[in-house]
C-alpha cells in the first residue's frame, strides 16, 4: 500500500533553520512530482513547494522563496525540504504528497493534483 512518511519537525527559532524529509513507498517514485503543503492553525492548507519528476524545475510559493529548497533523492524514494531563515509565519504542520497523475514536471502548486498524503510534521517557528 502506498504510504508517506514525513519527518524532521520541531521547534525552531525564527532565523532557524529545519530540514524535513519524506519518505514515499510507492511504485515507480522517480517518474512522480512530489510537493510539500502546510497548514497552520486557523487557515487553509497552502502548496509551499514541489519537484519534478528528475529533480529539476522546483517550484516555491512566494512566501518562501529564496528560504526555502526543495529537492529529492530517487535512489532513496526521499524528497527534502531545507528551510532556512524561518520565520513565525511559517509554523504549520507541513505534508508530503504524491501528484496523482504521470506527469514530469509539476503543472501547479494546488493540493487537488495530489492524491497521496502523509500524516504532516510539525514545524513550530519561536520569536
Known amino acids: 500500500q502506498a504510504q508517506v512518511v514525513e519527518s524532521g519537525g520541531g521547534s525552531v527559532q525564527a532565523g532557524g533553520s529545519v530540514r524535513l524529509s519524506c519518505v514515499a513507498s510507492?511504485?515507480?517514485?522517480?517518474?512522480?512530482?512530489m510537493g510539500w503543503f502546510r497548514q497552520a492553525p486557523g487557515k487553509e492548507r497552502e502548496g509551499v513547494a514541489a519537484i519534478s519528476a528528475g529533480g529539476g524545475a522546483p517550484m516555491y510559493a512566494d512566501s518562501v522563496k529564496g528560504r526555502f529548497t526543495i529537492s529529492r533523492d530517487n535512489a532513496k524514494n526521499t524528497v527534502y525540504l531545507e528551510m532556512n531563515r524561518l520565520k513565525t509565519d511559517d509554523t504549520a504542520m507541513y505534508y508530503c504528497?504524491?501528484?496523482?497523475?504521470?506527469?514530469?514536471?509539476?503543472?501547479?502548486?494546488?493540493?487537488?493534483?495530489?492524491?497521496?498524503w502523509g500524516q504532516g510534521t510539525q514545524v513550530t517557528v519561536s520569536s
Open positions: 504528497a504524491v501528484h496523482a497523475r504521470w506527469v514530469n514536471y509539476c503543472p501547479r502548486l494546488f493540493e487537488g493534483d495530489f492524491d497521496i
Open positions: 510507492i511504485n515507480m517514485f522517480g517518474a512522480k512530482c
